[in-house]
Antibody, heavy 121, light 108 residues
Framework: EVQLVESGGDLVQPGGSLRLSCAAS????????MSWVRQAPGKGLEWVSG????????YYADSVKGRFTISRDNSKNTLYLQMNSLRVDDTAVYFC???????????????WGQGTLVSVS | DIVLTQSPGTLSLSPGERATLSCRAS???????LAWYQQKAGQAPRLLIY???SRATGIPDRFSGSGSGTDFTLTISRLEPEDFAVYYC?????????FGPGTKVDIK
């Protein structure tokens, strides 16, 4: 069974840092591209960042570029999001999502974690 | 960047009725790389449709997607009680993905 479990969300002051993790199981993590998507309270979905299975440059939404860094450790089946210079408007539930097709970046997200809450205040 | 708009913002219908949701892109979505998701309160999004018209695994056939270029449609042929939720479209044609603002389907 495919599972994605996020962790690391917390209450942090503006200007602070946080690292989110997404532990994957039930599939060959190293073969799948991944994304982070966030949802502010009562708002819609916002794509944050994406990373390919290995060897390509990651991609970022303009709202987080230069502050957030996506990375992965395929040996640990884990996706990360390092968030620096956090702002009040970064407050959201952060989801990790698997891109549907192995070795294909341009795909929808077929499996999602339950999300982890980041509060900046 | 591709900007997606969805209409209507809210759709009030009764169970058994047909729902038609629209998603429009600011520029052509290459290869129709567009998905539809359903989200219920407190839950993660669920992939319904990918590549504009292909149903994801386990999705009932009352859900269908159509369209190409800049105009896409999600149709729910007969609403079931569990279908009342928020629906988002997403483009993944570029390296920077984007979502539409969502359409809420609620009970009339």
């Amino acid at each position: 069974e495919v599972q994605l479990v996020e962790s690391g969300g917390d209450l942090v002051q503006p200007g602070g840092s946080l690292r989110l993790s997404c532990a994957a199981s039930g599939f060959s993590f190293g073969n799948y591209d991944m994304s982070w998507v966030r949802q502010a309270p009562g708002k819609g979905l916002e794509w944050v960042s994406g990373i390919c299975s290995s060897g390509c440059s990651p991609y970022y939404a303009d709202s987080v570029k230069g502050r957030f860094t996506i990375s992965r450790d395929n040996s640990k089946n884990t996706l990360y999001l390092q968030m620096n210079s956090l702002r009040v408007d970064d407050t959201a539930v952060y989801f990790c999502a698997r891109h549907k097709d192995a070795l294909r970046y341009n795909a929808g997200g077929d499996y999602w974690g339950q999300g982890t809450l980041v509060s900046v205040s | 960047d591709i900007v997606l708009t969805q209409s209507p913002g809210t759709l009030s219908l009764s169970p058994g009725e047909r729902a038609t949701l629209s998603c429009r892109a600011s520029q052509s979505v290459t290869r129709n790389y567009l998905a539809w998701y359903q989200q219920k309160a407190g839950q993660a999004p669920r992939l319904l449709i990918y590549d504009a018209s292909s149903r994801a695994t386990g999705i009932p056939d009352r859900f269908s997607g159509s369209g190409s270029g800049t105009d896409f449609t999600l149709t729910i042929s007969r609403l079931e009680p569990e279908d009342f939720a928020v629906y988002y479209c997403q483009q993944y044609a570029t390296f920077l993905f984007s979502f539409g603002p969502g359409t809420k389907v609620d009970i009339k």
